[in-house]
């Protein structure tokens, strides 16, 4: 069963990133992670870039606050990144992004959505349980010395994408 979707904040604009918007995700990426765990401009730029991943953003004021990336290969999808700026957690943005690449990968066919999380990230694990994912394995020492990686894994519904209708695709240079 799958969580009910959060409520979209009010001024919160869904949309889809790109290349175009590297600045922003490297700004975002700094704001989110530690500096071993954080990927460069470049790693972001390969990642934006690949054919079979969406970049979900969530802008306000015309400002990146959020962002999601996820990869689709069905039958398996992965959540691959789900940073939200400090100044707007608490506030079902990252559940916003969540549903959001749920809802891409489903439509692209995948059954299964998996993830790498900390296992000390106690938001994020309540974020991930609340929308249905549930542990697969661990990954010891995975971020560094004594930090485990949990892989979690959610069933997907097929034909069941809730896809938002108020994404838009950012042209890539």
Known sequence: MTAAPAEPPDDAELVEVGAGDLPELVALEFEGFLGHERWSEASWRAEVCRDNQCAFGLRVDGRLVGAALVSSWAPDAELLRIIVAHAHRRRHFAARLLDAATAWATSRGATR?????????????ALYQRGGFVRMSERRNYYGPHATALVLVHTLEPGVTGAPGDATRKDTP
């Open 113 to 125: 959505m998996l993830l790498e999380v900390r296992d000390d990230n106690l938001g994020a694990l």
